[in-house]
């Protein structure tokens, strides 16, 4: 027996072993595939055909096509994902779908025998029957409607859009009226409350004897002035921080760092000349010292020039040095000054004016309030008016759908493909679900790995016995090897007694046995067939012989086993048939009779091969195997369950009986890569060596 596990098992699968699995099972995957298709094929030629129409619209987001109150560059609105989608849904609501179900008297034309349908019904069918979606990067959204009636189809298509459309521009109409409406109510409240703080604000004036200039709404002289003082106050506390702060990098450079910056920091026109000649007496210097060395008169000339200007520079520098920080100090004087009469100015207003002031100032910026509030109302009341008498459009019919007389559905072809794939997968999963359920002996390996048996041969299916096939038939090779196979196990013999036995019945064994028998006799090799299956013998019908006396009454000591035996028609052949099982079977099948006999016939053939019946549920086989030198166990390709095949070897293993090896037989080679391949080889082989006989022969 294997030691391996389920898993290292399987861990050692192939892609052939599952194509092994569907090439065995063509005859199923190919009938599920046919039905499948002829299935699919019928009652896809029953269907209705279905007939398609779309038209196509495009939808924007509700606005008018001309905004005379909105800037060109805002007509176009910002990118709504939501919107589309939304709108999908809308086409496909019920208010939209019974409108159309109610323009076209869908109710009644849909109903049976003048009957109207009921309206939920109706929708279901139509919902059924449309589909919307939007056309990739546009806004453009398409139509279709799939109906048995071409013109049907358009005249709903169409209808739909126009449902649609009218129930935008309603929606947006019915929208404006009530904003309008409600702005007008909001307008009159709003002026009766200007009118109130107006008022307000008149008692409170003569009331405190307040004197206002530049109109209603202004405010008295001292708010003018204390404006005025602070916007000077401000702008002389710029001009010393500005001050102040050039003065502040022009103290931290020394001499020599302001005059190599002097041209960044101040724009003085002799400061910047005077750099510029400076920097062309240095150009010149150099050029000079190289040609002169620095003693040349012309040298000392440039030099001294160079001094002189650096001499003016560095004065002029420090004279702007001076002048600024004087400027600097007439800037601060300015902004004190200025913010000392602010603050007084500010001490007075609040002393002059005290507490009077407050409930005024207070009622004047409720009336400005009121005022804004009023202002922007009755400019929006007056754009909302205008903006209704724009036409819109937010739904642009651009293909009308027209009548499709060729059928979208159903599409043969497709439904053909894809039941030609469905069938195909179905019946591979068919296959595979029966070969998983299948528990019987499939391959050689199978033999040697559950039953722990080498395989001695691999018998072709539909395979008869030699005497009618003849001594030349391709299917002996097969047994030939068996018979090589046989000699060279590991305890094997070209002599002896063997029995050959089967788990169950069926399984071909008599058949193996009786040929085994004949290529041993054509071998030359003279051989003794024994039909030991007393209850259903069959050996004696393959040789045409009489089954009355045999195996039975040697047993019982009725007839010499001389007598029992009998020559056959194949060469070398001897044959001793079961005979009549009597009616109590008590002691026929003594062990120690059946050793003396088995003994005895070694004696005078070279080789006897005993025909058992099945080793499950019959005892016979078993006493009989214990005596000879080997039992030859016939296992039938994907027959029996391997339970069963392995309960029959632990019948051998307990009764002590040497299992030599197995046979598989019947098996089907056009199912199986592996014996087919064999099985071609050798009948290759063996045409080929027969014609070259028959050629040999004519020469």
Known sequence: MSNESPEQQAGTLHFLDYWRVIRSRKEIVLAVAILVVLTGTVYTLMLPNIYASSAR???????????????????????????????????????????????????????????????NVAYKILKNSISVFQQRDTSLVVISVKRDDPNEAAKIANEITEVYRDSRLDLAMKESRAAIDKIAEALKTQLARVDAAEQKVEDLRKKYNIAVVGGEGSVDIDNIRLQQLEGDRLA????????????????????????????????????????????????????????????????????????????????????????????????KNNFDTLDKILAGARTTSIESQGAKFRPFRKAQEDLESEKFIYTQLKAK?????????????????????????????PNLFMNVLLSIFVGLGAGVGLAYFIEYLDTSIKTADDVERILGLPVLGLIPQKVRPLVEEGPDSEHAEAYRVLRTNLAFTEGGSNRGAFCVLSGGAGEGKSTTVFNMAYVCAQQGEKVLLVDADLRRPVQHTILGVSNRFGLTNVLLRDVPVEEAIKATSVPNLHFLPSGRLPRTSLGVLDPKRIGELISSLKSKYDIV???????????????????????????????????????????????????????????????????????????????????????????
């Not at 709504?80 to 009644?108: A, C, G, H």
């Not at 001499?255 to 000349?273: G, P």
């Open 609 to 699: 091969l005993i025909d058992t019946p099945p080793l499950v549920g019959i005892s016979d086989s078993s006493i009989i195997a214990k005596e000879t030198d080997g039992a030859i166990l016939v296992v039938q390709y994907r027959k029996y369950p391997r339970e069963m095949l392995v309960k029959a070897k632990q019948m051998m293993e307990t009764l002590g009986v040497n299992t030599i090896g197995a046979v598989l037989n019947n098996i089907n080679i056009m199912r199986d890569d592996y014996y087919y391949y064999y099985h071609s080889y050798y009948s290759d082989y063996y045409h080929s060596s027969q014609s070259d006989e028959l050629s040999d022969e004519g020469v």
């Open 57 to 119: 619209i495009k939808i924007a987001e509700d606005a008018p096509t001309i905004n005379p109150f909105s800037p060109q560059e805002s007509y176009y609105s910002s990118y709504n994902p939501y919107f589309l989608r939304t709108q999908f849904e809308v086409v496909q609501s019920k208010p939209i779908l019974y409108e159309v179900i109610n323009r076209l008297n869908l109710q009644t034309e849909w109903g049976k025998g003048g009957e109207k349908l009921p309206r």
């Open 236 to 331: 002389a506390q710029t001009e010393m921080v500005d001050k102040e702060g050039k003065l502040k990098i022009l103290e931290e450079l020394s001499d020599k760092d302001l005059m190599e910056r002097a041209s960044y920091i101040t724009f003085d026109q002799f400061v910047m000349n005077t750099m510029q000649q400076i920097q062309d007496i240095d150009v010149q210097l150099s050029s000079l010292q190289a040609d002169f060395g620095p003693n040349h008169p012309q040298v000392q000339s440039f030099r001294l020039q160079k001094e002189t200007l650096e001499k003016a520079l560095s004065e002029r520098l420090k004279a702007l040095r001076n002048g600024l920080h004087t400027e600097y100090l007439m800037a």
């Open 381 to 409: 009341h007056r754009q909302e008016i205008i903006t209704l008498q724009v036409p819109r459009n937010p739904v642009e019919i651009i293909d009308v759908a027209e009548p499709n007389n060729r059928p979208v559905s």
